[in-house]
Antibody, heavy 119, light 107 residues
Framework: QITLKESGPTLVKPTQTLTLTCTFTGISLSNRAVGVGWIRQPPGKALEWLAFIYWDDEKHYSPSLQSRLTITKDASKNQVVLTMANMEPVDTATFYC???????????WGRGTLVTVSS | EIVLTQSPATLSLSPGERATLSCRASQSVSSYLAWYQQKPGQAPRLLIY???NRATGIPARFSGSGSGTDFTLTISSLEPEDFASYYC?????????FGGGTKVEIK
């Protein structure tokens, strides 16, 4: 059974850096073709893809947010970490992590974590 | 970046009716288009992948069609649990993108 769970702060102040951790079971980022991505969704709005990392450390970022995002993995801990710098109130959103194989789609998702940016 | 435009934004229908949702890509995505269903407070659920393949456990009333730039998700007869938001998603090119969504609401 594949499960993913997001963890991190629920409230951050403007200009701070957000660090979110995705902890998963049932998959291994040591295995070929496995990847984990991050997607966010502001309240009442659409999904927005942010970043993705493969088993071999290949990384991809949303061009509009690339300068603020960093994605890393720790295969031994079954974790993927996303950092997002210089948070603003418009970044308030539910952040999801999700599993995807190299020739597939996001098929397993975490439940999401709501992050509010406010002073 | 490939932009996905979904229409309509909102679809008001009654249970038992047929729902037709559209997704148009700004350039060809071949068949690398998926559809997700999302209910309030829940994560998205994969319904259709590669334009026309139902994901595991998805009822046969959901079907997808299209290729290139024009895609359709059809729900043949709406069940009460189908009233939700639906998003298309392309994996043809980086960056990955999602459409703006269609909300299917009860009329």
């Amino acid at each position: 059974q594949i499960t993913l769970k997001e963890s991190g702060p629920t409230l951050v102040k403007p200009t701070q850096t957000l660090t979110l951790t995705c902890t998963f079971t049932g998959i291994s980022l040591s295995n070929r073709a496995v990847g984990v991505g991050w997607i966010r969704q502001p309240p009442g709005k659409a999904l927005e893809w942010l970043a993705f990392i493969y088993w071999d450390d290949e990384k991809h970022y949303s061009p509009s947010l690339q300068s603020r995002l960093t994605i890393t993995k720790d295969a031994s801990k079954n974790q993927v970490v996303l950092t997002m710098a210089n948070m603003e109130p418009v970044d308030t959103a539910t952040f999801y992590c999700a599993h995807r194989r190299s020739s597939g789609n996001f098929d397993y998702w975490g439940r999401g974590t709501l992050v509010t940016v406010s002073s | 970046e490939i932009v996905l435009t979904q229409s309509p934004a909102t679809l008001s229908l009654s249970p038992g009716e047929r729902a037709t949702l559209s997704c148009r890509a700004s350039q060809s995505v071949s068949s690398y288009l998926a559809w997700y269903q999302q209910k309030p407070g829940q994560a998205p659920r994969l319904l259709i992948y590669d334009a026309s393949n139902r994901a595991t456990g998805i009822p046969a009333r959901f079907s997808g069609s299209g290729s290139g730039t024009d895609f359709t998700l059809t729900i043949s007869s709406l069940e009460p649990e189908d009233f939700a938001s639906y998003y298309c998603h392309q994996r043809s090119n980086w960056p990955l993108t999602f459409g703006g969504g269609t909300k299917v609401e009860i009329k």
